[in-house]
């Protein structure tokens, strides 16, 4: 059940901090929610908002703390993902640890990431190299609510990196249906398939909802 609060503010014209300096991430997600009724910040337009640790062992715990800061410094609902790659072979990981799984990685887009996964899969072939991107997505609103969404795209990962485009692990991720890897693929049609996607537009739903009542 919704508060007074949230619908309040779901209610008027809604800003949204997104609250990551990754500028791909940011991209991406404004890009994927054109035509929600929402207009989107940056938080590089509230200098003063912290970085957040993300320190939690699940997505949706990194999701709603990110979010939660956010939001109470910014006085503003906040948007906020985590999300990650899992391979079965692995036992789930890079999982929360994808942006930083190797150890010398710099950040999330950091070739170095793939390029061990790569490693730790060698040898291993066929149906074991299934995989998921997973995300979560957080909206919490200044008064303390918090909303969660999930996205999920099934696939396998290649024995090399194919492709210029997207970022993280696209360049070895071929989604279920596919041999093209996310990196070999128009930003559109990455769109319909990822994880990112898929949970925004659970967003959508919420918000299109609320928008009406």
Sequence with gaps: MQTGGECDTLRALMEIVLAT????????????????PITILSLDDFPDCPEVVEDQNTFEGNATKKAREIARC?????????SGLAVDALGGK??????????????????????KLLRDLEGISGER??????CCIALAFPEGEVRTFFGFAEGKIGHAPRGERGFGYDPVFVPEGFDRTFAEMA??????????????????EYLHFFAKH
């Design 74 to 82: 910014s006085g503003k609902p906040s948007l906020s993902d985590d």
């Design 21 to 36: 300096r990754n500028k791909k991430k940011v991209e991406e997600i404004r890009r994927i929610a054109v035509g929600l």
């Design 187 to 204: 930003p559109q049609e990455k769109d319909v398939l990822s994880h990112r996607g898929k949970a925004i537009e659970k967003l959508s």
């Design 94 to 115: 890079p999982g929360v640890f994808s942006a930083r799984y190797a150890p010398d990685a710099a950040d999330g887009n950091d070739p170095k990431n793939y390029e």
């Design 129 to 134: 190299r299934s995989a998921r991107f997973v």
